[in-house]
């Protein structure tokens, strides 16, 4: 479990930088850059709130939690990271490139739920 925790850790990483990298795009309306901006936060707040489950055995609200349901809330962590109204948001303010990196992120992160139970 410990190499599962380290990889989400390492994937979280990857996409926090993701932003950063391509930084504001001029001329967008600020709460449009800034919804945008949220996505990528949640993303890792929720991988953070993941690898916390998985060490501890408790959710965000101390109850405890099975590696079976913090995979389930991870696979819709995908499922919603995939959806066309999502990766409209986030194309205001990150590149192609960096969705693919987002992309293949996620596409890791489904990767390694099987090794989760």
């Given at each position: 479990?410990?190499?599962v925790i380290?990889?989400?850790q390492a994937?979280?990483?990857?996409?926090?930088?993701?932003?950063?990298?391509?930084?504001?795009?001029?001329?967008?309306?600020?709460?449009?850059?800034?919804?945008?901006?949220?996505?990528?936060?949640?993303?890792?707040?929720?991988?953070?709130?993941?690898?916390?489950?998985?060490?501890?055995?408790?959710?965000?609200?101390?109850?405890?939690?099975?590696?079976?349901?913090?995979?389930?809330?991870?696979?819709?962590?995908?499922?919603?990271?995939?959806?066309?109204?999502?990766?409209?948001?986030?194309?205001?303010?990150?590149?192609?490139?960096?969705?693919?990196?987002?992309?293949?992120?996620?596409?890791?992160?489904?990767?390694?739920?099987?090794?989760?139970?």
């Amino acid at each position: 479990m410990q190499n599962v925790i380290q990889a989400l850790q390492a994937q979280k990483c990857k996409i926090a930088g993701l932003q950063k990298a391509d930084g504001p795009f001029v001329g967008l309306p600020p709460q449009v850059a800034a919804k945008s901006q949220q996505q990528v936060a949640i993303i890792c707040r929720v991988l953070d709130d993941a690898v916390r489950a998985l060490e501890a055995g408790r959710d965000i609200n101390g109850r405890p939690i099975s590696p079976a349901q913090v995979s389930a809330g991870l696979q819709r962590l995908i499922a919603d990271s995939r959806k066309p109204q999502f990766l409209m948001t986030l194309s205001m303010t990150m590149s192609n490139d960096s969705i693919r990196q987002l992309e293949s992120c996620m596409n890791e992160v489904e990767t390694l739920l099987k090794d989760v139970y």
